[in-house]
């Protein structure tokens, strides 16, 4: 019997052929900016924050230093503070929940969809209590929440609804782009991002005019000219990422549309394997920061993947929920669905620089494993 030709490794996530298709552009906007000798807040984070909020449809786009402190500061500039509740998603990185606890509030869940894997509206509702002052929607895996709903959650209990937008942007619900729904909208240009930066950034979306310039006075040491009338942070965007995003950002699109035509190949190639792949609802424009299937033998399956050079994640295996310095004050809440999802959910590999044939070399291997498999 021949032996099975050895294939390349293939990486879950690859930067490299983003980087060559705009290597020169990119190259020439760094070069720029080390030559011109500006290099906080220039010329570039300026005109980058115009060009964000017009294409996220948005009055408003103040850059910051990170999607964590994106998260923090629009809470805080949301009047979030001790003693209030932020009911948000278990399933998302730990980020989501930081920025709440350093607020001084206090962090309360509800269980999501096990279809989308995002927050449920009806639970968020019953956990509401008289302390709640805001909700913190996660669009996991690029795939939009609920907005209506929860928007009109949010105007009928008076909450400001923030928006996590890390791993969203340009997904958008019947073809509104998320980050302008709520009070505000956070978004993370961490390199693997669907739009990364060269290193850390982040971006505030928001309508309102007094939540941006509290936003620009606490990202800026809370204060102005000499005169500080709080204690901010020191939360600047970096002028050469921002220069390196205003290169990116006419081509985030592009990059997207490939990311979902991976996406309808993967839909095909898996098609009649025993996994739940991820939901599409109609009105809802799915960007596919990744792609994850939900089966039973995960941990075998993700094994048997990597025995092939395909690389895989689990993320949230332990959710936000159950978290050691979250969990400490008690028994966690119950919360079924999340659970089963962070014990059975698999991302596969997902980014633009994708071709077909690599997608059908997944499903076969998927395969593969699953005829191999002894019988459950």
């Known amino acids: 019997m021949a032996a099975r030709r050895r294939l390349a490794p293939m990486r879950m996530i690859d930067l490299a052929p983003e980087y060559a298709a705009l290597c020169g552009e990119l190259e020439a906007a760094a070069l720029e900016v ?3 000798g ?9 005109a980058f924050e115009k060009e964000a909020a017009a294409w996220l449809g948005t009055r408003h786009a103040v850059g910051v230093a990170s999607g964590t402190d994106a998260l923090h500061l629009a809470l805080l500039a949301s009047g979030i503070r001790p003693g209030d509740e932020v009911v948000t998603t278990p399933l998302s990185f730990v980020a989501t929940v930081q920025a709440i606890v350093h607020t001084g509030a206090t962090v309360r ?8 894997y995002n927050l449920d509206p009806d639970s968020v509702e019953a956990v509401l209590t008289a302390a709640t ?3 913190i929607p996660v669009h996991l895996f690029g795939l939009p929440c609920d907005l209506r709903r929860l928007a009109d959650l949010a105007e009928r209990h008076g909450l400001q609804l923030i928006e996590d937008c890390a791993q969203s942007i340009g997904a958008a619900v019947d073809g509104r782009r998320t980050g302008g729904f709520g009070t505000a909208g956070c978004f993370s240009f961490y390199p693997v991002k669907n739009l990364g930066a060269f290193g850390d950034g982040g971006l505030v979306s928001t309508n309102d005019d007094e939540l941006n310039e509290r936003l620009r006075t606490l990202r800026g040491h809370g204060g102005a000219g000499g005169t500080y009338t709080e204690a901010g942070f020191n939360s600047r965007l970096d002028e050469i990422q921002a220069a390196l995003l205003r290169v990116k950002l006419p081509h ?13 190949w993967y839909d095909e190639a898996l098609d009649g394997l025993v996994l739940r792949r991820p939901a599409r609802p109609p009105n809802l424009s799915h960007v596919f920061h ?3 299937v939900v089966t039973e033998g995960r941990d075998e399956l993700r094994a048997a ?3 092939c050079g395909i690389d895989t994640a689990v993320y949230y295996a332990t959710p936000l929920h159950r978290q050691p310095f979250l969990a400490a004050g008690g028994e966690p809440p119950d919360l079924p669905n999340a659970d089963a999802l962070a014990a059975s959910w698999l991302s ?7 071709g077909q044939e690599d997608v059908r070399r997944v499903a076969t291997a998927l395969q593969e494993a699953r005829e191999s498999a002894p019988a459950r």
């Open 290 to 292: 990744h792609y994850t």
């Open 305 to 307: 993947l990597a025995d």
């Open 38 to 46: 500006n290099y906080v807040l220039g010329p570039n984070v300026e």
């Open 252 to 264: 985030l699109e592009a990059f997207n549309e490939r990311r979902q035509l991976i996406a309808d």
């Open 133 to 135: 002052r805001a909700i």
């Open 348 to 354: 596969l590999p997902m980014h633009p620089g994708l």
């Open 109 to 116: 869940f509800a269980d999501v969809d096990p279809v989308t």
């Open 34 to 36: 080390m030559r011109g």
